[in-house]
Structure formats: C-alpha cells, structure tokens
C-alpha cells in the first residue's frame, strides 16, 4: 500500500512520528521537486529514407534530479575501497545502501538488492526492539532494506522523491506502446539469471533478443568482434598501474576502426562506461550475443517487496542531522522528522550533486568517495513504427562505420577543443523478431548519452532516425 505525504503527516501527529518545527534555513540547497516523469513532446516525421514513427519515446537520466545519471562506474585509479567506504555507517545512526556501495556487483539490480539485505543486517544489529527507522529511496536497495525490517519486527517508514516506487526499474506506461518502454533496466544478460528468475517468477514478460549483426552503408555484416579489446584489457589488468580502457588499447597496439569504434559504443551503451575514463581493473564485462529483455510492467520486482508496506511517496530529503542519539531528516518542503536509524540509499549522483546536506559533515572518506567514483549514462530512444522498414531478422544491431548523412547535431569543437563525442546511435534492439512489434530500441551510453540527454526532443529524434538510415531497404533496381 501506498500513502501519500499528507497521510504520513496525519499518522506522525497521532504519534507514529516525531515531528520537531518546522524550519526552512537561508542555506539551504535547491531542491527539485518531485514532479511526474517528462513525457516527450515531437511530432515524429520522416527523416531521408527512415519513415515517420507511430511513436516516439526517450529517457534523459542524465537530467533526472533524482539520479543525475544512470549508474555508478569505477573510474581508472579507484578500487572496491571507495565503495566500502560509501557504505561505512555514522555513528551507527546513518547507514548507506544502494548499487555504488556494492563491491561484488555495482550498477546492478543485483548489487542494489544486496546492498539493502546488508544494510538491514547492519541495522538490525545495532538497533534495540521497536526502534523507527527510516529508508530514504524506494528502488530495488530500499525496499530490500525495508523488507528486511519490517521482518525482523522495526517500525520502518520509507521516504521516496518520485510518485513512484521502483527508482530505476521504471516501466513508462502508455496505451499507445504495446510492449511498454523501459527507462531503467530491461536487459538481462548473462550475469543477472537470479533476477531474471524472479522478474519470470512475478510474471514480468521477457522475449529473448538475439544474433547480433554489424551494419555499414552497404548493409548486413558480421557482427563486430571485441577480441581486440578483451585481450588489452587482459593485459592492461596485469599492469602496475590501473589504465583507462583507451589507454589499455593504446598500450596494447590496437588501432582505431570502425568495427572496434561499434564495439567501444555498444560497451559503453550495455554498461554506461566512458572508455576515455573507466578503468580497465573493473572494466565491465563486454556485452555479449543475447539478453533477455523485459517486455512487460517491472513494477512487481519492488511491489512484491514492499507487499502492504506504507511507501510516503514525492518527498524529497534534503538534509540529514545526525548525532549518537539519533537521526533528524528535513524534507524540501521544510519539515522535520526524527528516527532512531536512517538508511540512505538515494544514488551516487544525488550525493555528488549535493541533493542531501550532512550535518555533521560527512567523513572524508565518504565525500573521498563520492567525489571520486562516477555515474555512468546511458539514454535510449524508443521508436514503435505501423510496418517494419528494415528487413534483417536479427535482434541486435551494430552500425560500423559512419552513417549518411551525417548525423547532427555535433557542435564544432573551439580550436583547441576535444571533438565533441560521436552521437550516432550504433546499438539498436529490435524487438520485432521476438515480440511481432515493430519497436526499435537505441541505446547510447558514456559520453555521447551525456552529450544526446542535453538535446531536446526534435533534435534526439533526428538524431534516432538518421542513425537508422544503414537499415532502410535500398531502393529496388530498375
Ligand atoms: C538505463 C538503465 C539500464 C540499466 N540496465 C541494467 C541491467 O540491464 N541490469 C542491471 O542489473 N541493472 C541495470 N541498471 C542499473 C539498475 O537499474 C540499478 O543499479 C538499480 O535499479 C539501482 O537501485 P537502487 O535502489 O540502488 O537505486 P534507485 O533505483 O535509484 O533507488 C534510489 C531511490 O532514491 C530516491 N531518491 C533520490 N533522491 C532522493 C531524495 N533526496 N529524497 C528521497 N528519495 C530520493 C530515488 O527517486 C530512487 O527511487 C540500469 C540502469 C539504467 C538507468
């Protein structure tokens, strides 16, 4: 179950709760409020040989105040060090969650789902029977976390920014899509069998897509192969020194092409790394030939969590105070709330942007951490069309090589100025061969996502469409 916010208040004055005044300080942070997800606003047209969608839909993570990106990396030079120390409690009052604090399997559903049972062992350690504590974000961390709780017999109350639960495991429900899009994760690969086994388990829909094929101008080609960039990772991970995964490239010898260009894209658009910054130590594993893609609702992962948990949704913290007695929280809109333990589990990029204030200030090591460790993008734009204008069965798609025209837009570099990154949309999904609906999926990740988030909806739909153009059907001969 779920209440609103004027219910949590209504239930803290018969106690539940502690209030203390309300008070709202000059100095405070800006806070964004909890609005409804943006829904694009283009009128889709034909763009070259590409015709006009029936539907348009994309993500900008980038942008989400409550995510400021769409997952934690490790950049060249960090180690699993800087998330034990995200994860290291205050006092064991403040207590952190959440996929960056996972060593095993950051950016993951996975690893946010066993950072919230770990934080609730914490808990539950240290806190005395009938103790309030608070989870602050209810994606797939906090209500794990909450589950947890609640369990071993805590008052819990969870306090989540969005009007919905689920952070980033969000479905965007709209008649007009008949296999709904997905902005947050929705591709499973070979290491998340656990949570593909529990999305089957709730009935969430997956289609296997498959056989990834490269494309150029001149159409179908072999898919492009990452040996090249496996083996200089191999290597680069026995050196003294963590390199970037371009620099491991570089030290390895392997020369720039348009097939380990796709490669390098399709990494960074399956994982969110920038390969100019990630390291090559952690480098994620490369993508490999076929996932399963969730086609239906994923909200059951965390509903059937939270079961008849009370869920204060579009609250947003903005301050944690905290001493050895306790934890107050002040919400944006000036209140205050008093618990006995709080665990955070709002994502690397709200605590890099400032979203919540410490008071005492974190430890170093915590803002060491913070500072050092990076949020990935990733963005994808979703395009549903009446008939299918491509031809190829196969699933996932590569584009190798430049497209024509060239996509725009791409601003000019200043002298001096590093190029900005290259926007084409080389990963596509197509889910017509594994669900009969002509949706084509591009996904872009690393810089070029940070780049494509910053872009409105016209300029990324042209963008979308003439990355496409390789997959129009050449005009018959005469
Ligand atoms: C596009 C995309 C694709 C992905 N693909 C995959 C994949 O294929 N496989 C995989 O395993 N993982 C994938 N992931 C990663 C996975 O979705 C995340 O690792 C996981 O969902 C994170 O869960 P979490 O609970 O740590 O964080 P979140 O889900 O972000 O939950 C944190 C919650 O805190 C809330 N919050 C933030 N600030 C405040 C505040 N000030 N006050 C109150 N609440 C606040 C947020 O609204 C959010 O609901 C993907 C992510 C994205 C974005």
Known sequence: MRISRRTLFIGAGAGALTMLLASCTPDSPPVPDPTKTRQPTVTPTPVGEVPAPKSFFRTSWAEDPFARGALSITPAGSTSTERQALAAALMDRVFFAGEATSVERPGTIAGAVRSGERVAGEIADVAEDGERIAIVGAGAAGASAAARLIDAGFDVTVIEARDYAGGRLATQRDDDWPVPPQRGAWLLGADDTEVASRMALLGVGSVAVTDPVGFTTDGETENPSGDALKTAIAEARDGLADRTILEALEDAGVEQSPELAAVLSSLSAMTGVDPATASSWFA?????????????????????????????????????????????????????????????????????????????????????????????????????????????????????????PTPTPTPTPSPGEEPAPDTTIRTWINLLPATGEPILVGLVGGAAARVIAELGDDDVFTLAATSLAPFTEPAPSE
Do not use: C, K, N
Request: proline share 7%; net charge negative.
């Open 284 to 404: 994620p594993a490369l993508p490999g030939g076929s996932f399963d893609a969730l086609v239906s609702d994923v909200a059951p992962f965390v509903d059937s969590v939270l079961g008849d948990l009370e869920v204060t949704l579009s609250t947003v913290v903005s301050h944690v105070s905290y001493d050895d007695s306790g934890v107050s929280l002040r919400l944006a809109s000036g209140e205050s709330l008093t618990f006995d333990r709080v665990a955070l589990t709002v994502p690397l990029g709200v605590l890099q942007a400032g979203g919540i204030e410490f008071e005492p200030p974190l430890p170093f090591a915590h803002r060491g951490a913070i500072s050092t460790l990076e949020m990935g993008h990733l963005e994808s734009v979703w395009l549903r069309y009446e008939t299918p204008f491509w031809s190829t069965d196969a699933g996932i798609w590569h584009i190798v090589g430049p497209v024509a």
